[in-house]
């Protein structure tokens, strides 16, 4: 492995399938680079196949990494929020190993807020991510004033090509304050679902079929009657 630089090696081998001394696969060679491109982590992957003698070859893979972290803001006017403005910064390879990092921090007249996401790619397994999420929130209306703070954690794994499955928890907690007073609200979630997609294109198909199965069994506590 030539070429890296943040990107540890030891989240490449993940996807290498083949063992020294394996006998020559040309399609172990083609998903390995199909894979490393899918990560976006890099500008360009090369893999050359340098022949040794004695039926043998040595298999060299180099890589140019891409920039992993963008900044992003974005402001605006609406009548319903007034002048809002948000500012993000993200990571793509947050501790070497490919994983993902979202900070967003966005601000409005009446509403501001604070969200992260974290997920890790191939955990403990290929095509397995686990994520992270949690954020806070501030909405001052004319009618009421809310404080919210939600997290969440979730798996998704992909099966085969078509077919995947993702399970997850979420909790959150409110403290509103209104015309009836101040509360307190405790929500859980546990969301589950299957999805089913077939089509030719992931952003523009043209043929195939999608279909995706999701529930939510959900418990809501207010707090004053705990």
């Known amino acids: ?114 969200s992260s996401l974290l997920e890790i790619p191939d955990f403990s397994r290929l095509d397995q991510t686990l994520s992270f999420e949690a954020g806070y929130r501030k909405q001052n209306t004319d009618a009421f004033l809310a404080h919210t703070i939600n997290s969440s954690a979730g798996i998704h794994r992909i099966l085969t090509p078509e077919l995947g499955i993702r399970a997850g928890l979420e909790l959150e907690y409110s403290d509103i304050t209104d015309t009836q007073g101040n509360r307190n609200f405790y929500i859980a979630s546990l969301p589950i679902g299957i999805h089913w997609d077939n089509s030719d294109d992931l952003l523009d198909p043209h043929r195939g079929n999608r279909l995706s199965l999701f529930t939510a069994p959900t418990i809501s506590v207010d707090g004053d009657r705990i």
């Open 1 to 114: 492995l030539k070429g890296l630089q943040s990107v540890k090696s030891g989240y490449i081998t993940k996807f290498i399938s083949w063992q020294p001394g394996d006998f020559f696969d040309q399609r172990l060679i083609n998903d390995l680079r199909a894979r490393l491109n899918k990560l976006k982590l890099f500008l360009a992957v090369n893999i050359d196949i340098i022949p040794k003698g004695d039926d043998q070859a040595d298999i060299d893979i180099t890589f140019t990494e891409a920039k992993h972290r963008t900044i992003g803001a974005s402001a605006g006017y609406s009548t319903a929020e007034g002048i809002s403005g948000e500012i993000s910064w993200e990571h793509r390879n947050f501790m070497g190993g490919g994983n993902w990092l979202k900070l967003t921090a966005r601000g409005a007249e009446i509403e501001q807020s604070f």
